[in-house]
């Protein structure tokens, strides 16, 4: 199952020169899910990324950074101290260049395991943007759903007027 | 020097100090029904207090502290309890530095609660360039998922019956 809610929260550095900006999204249901976002950096070789989640909720949790079609880096989350989660760095990782300005593609894989309750992932973005990437799966869906009560309903008054 | 000057210079001394810790802030959670977390940034020393309200039909809270630094000096401290009650004080968290460059601090606990009550936990400690993430996630009583089991099969019990009808 698909995220149902993607609440947005720009996390701003109270007093310091920190900011991150940080995104919620919630899986309702148990099962493998895949959430994609838009991220762009805002200066060469400084955009920290990270995507995560805790174990209870999530038993893995992986993204893909994507330029189009091309796959720029994937990197698979370990679990440590409670938490699961996935980091990349355009610091460190000296192989890889994020052209700032340019919007990427997030791709964030995972399965949830939350029981009687919604499981949380976060993703945080140092130095850069994120946004979320409206879902042309719900809106198909919010479709089906109405032309099945159009028909249950023409069905219904077909029968009573027979 | 009367006493009232003398008071006055305590109080003034007790503000000077707490002005000391560079992000002392407060959020709150409210009544935790459903998983919330937050992220906050923090550089400098720190000191985060969040208040939450466990709902009854809940018997306990998952409490989970993810913490990065982008320099590599990060301290977090991790205290829990209600009022004036400390009931975990100074768990440090625990961290490494990932293959990133980054120093990660990481800690999650299941804490059994009472539902109804208020609780507040406090982040403290010292970071370079760091965002944390809090996450609490409410442990259903076992008599919630019980109910919610029970009415999913009266639902196919009732499902069955207007079929065979």
Do not use: C
Not at chain 1, 9 to 18: N, P
Not at chain 1, 59 to 87: I, P, Q, R
Not at chain 1, 106 to 115: D, N, P, R, Y
Not at chain 1, 146 to 157: P, T, V
């Amino acid at each position: 199952m698909k995220n149902i809610l993607v609440a947005a929260a720009m996390a701003l550095g109270a007093t310091t020169g920190a900011q991150a900006a940080s995104l919620t999204f919630a899986e309702v249901s148990s099962g493998n899910f895949l959430e994609s976002f838009k991220v762009t950096a805002s200066a060469p070789d400084k955009l920290v990324l990270r995507v995560s989640g805790i174990t209870s909720q999530f038993s893995a949790l992986a993204f893909g950074l994507w330029d189009g079609s091309t796959l720029v880096t994937n990197v698979t989350g370990t679990a440590f101290g409670g938490n699961t989660f996935a980091v990349f760095s355009d610091k460190t990782n000296t192989a890889i260049s994020l052209t700032p300005g340019k919007t990427y593609t997030l791709k964030i894989t995972g399965t949830s395991i939350a029981t009687g309750n919604t499981a949380l992932g976060t993703v945080v973005v140092s130095n850069g943007t994120v946004s979320p990437v409206p879902e042309p799966e719900s809106y198909a869906m919010f479709l089906a759903g109405l032309g099945l009560m159009g028909a249950i309903a023409r069905r219904r008054s077909s029968k009573r007027a027979a | 020097m009367n006493l009232s000057v003398i008071k006055k210079l305590a109080v003034a001394v007790s503000i000077a100090v707490s002005a000391v810790a560079a992000h002392a802030a407060s959020y709150s959670f409210d009544s935790l029904s459903n998983t919330q977390s937050k992220n906050v940034n923090v550089s400098g020393d720190f000191s985060d207090t969040f208040t939450f309200t466990l709902p009854s039909t809940f018997s306990g809270v998952q409490g989970s502290y993810l913490a990065f630094d982008y320099g590599s000096d990060l301290i977090a401290n991790f205290s829990f309890g209600t009022g004036s009650n400390t009931l975990v004080s100074g768990v440090t968290l625990s961290s490494n530095t990932s293959a990133a460059g980054i120093d990660i601090a990481s800690y999650s606990h299941k804490f059994n609660l009472t539902g109804g009550k208020t609780y507040w936990f406090t982040l403290a400690g010292s970071a370079t360039d760091a965002n944390y993430t809090v996450t609490l996630a409410p442990v259903p009583e076992p008599e919630t998922y019980a109910l919610m089991l029970a009415g999913l099969g009266l639902l196919g019990v009732a499902a069955r019956r207007r079929k065979s009808k």
